[in-house]
């Protein structure tokens, strides 16, 4: 089993909806959680970081993490089409800088 | 700043050949790394390094070699490649504050594909 799990997807949404990216983890010892974005064909940009449990907003994006049921969310409100690429979640323990990633959900948002 | 910086973007090998995977950063950053992209498995970590002349293991690191002589250079290189390595290849370089994590910086990616 891996230790950060995300539903592959093709997940399709019409512009304007409210999409719901979700990851699960096993690792008790992560203390931080990041979301990155990946275009096609391109290197992975960093979305959202947050630390511990709790919500953290950001414009269009909101990404939540319940350490007690080890469970990461990603919220887009307003979905445009820009969004449509893939999302990466990942967690990360107080030991440095490794970070385990989950294998992605691909997002694709129609006009 | 160019940030993150790969060499080359595409690359074709045959099995047995060996290669060098460049990657150069210019913010000065203490933390570099290495994964890999397979399709499905997200990114693997294969070697890091947290300053020059410090390198270590990630989850995936047979068949890969590293060092790290200046801040801003990180070369991986393949020994034998073989066909399991092909893959996209990713640099990536952050901050390291004592233990805790900053952003994370990648590259644009180096395609391999071994024959």
């Known amino acids: 089993q891996k230790e950060v799990e995300q539903d592959p997807g093709p997940l399709s949404v019409p512009e304007g909806a409210i999409v719901s990216l979700n990851c699960t983890y096993s690792?008790?010892?992560?203390?931080?959680f990041m979301w990155y974005r990946q275009y096609s064909r391109k290197g992975p940009e960093l979305l959202m970081y947050?630390?511990?449990?709790g919500n953290k907003e950001d414009g269009r994006f909101t990404a939540q993490v319940d350490k007690s049921s080890k469970y990461i969310s990603l919220f887009i409100r307003d979905s445009q089409p820009s969004d449509s690429a893939t999302y990466l979640c990942?967690?990360?323990?107080?030991?440095?800088?490794?970070?385990?990633f989950g294998g992605g959900t691909r997002l694709m948002v129609k006009p | 700043n160019a940030g993150v910086t790969q060499t080359p973007k595409f690359q074709v090998l045959k099995t047995g050949q060996s290669m060098t995977l460049q990657c150069a950063q210019d913010?000065?950053?203490?933390?570099m790394s290495w994964y890999r992209q397979d399709p499905g498995m997200g990114l693997r970590l294969i070697h890091y390094?947290?300053?020059?002349?410090?390198?270590d293991q990630g989850e995936v690191p047979n068949g890969y070699n590293v060092s790290r002589s200046t801040t801003e250079d990180f070369p991986l290189r393949l020994l034998s490649a073989a066909p399991s390595q092909t893959s996209v290849y990713f640099c990536?370089?952050?901050?390291?504050?004592?233990?805790?994590?900053?952003?994370?910086?990648f590259g644009p990616g180096t395609r391999l594909t071994v024959l």
């Open positions: 990536a370089s952050s901050s390291y504050l004592g233990g805790l994590a900053d952003t994370q910086y």
């Open positions: 390094s947290v300053g020059a002349g410090i390198t």
């Open positions: 690792n008790s010892a992560f203390q931080y």
């Open positions: 990942a967690g990360g323990g107080n030991a440095g800088n490794m970070l385990t």
């Open positions: 913010m000065n950053h203490e933390y």
């Open positions: 947050t630390y511990s449990s």
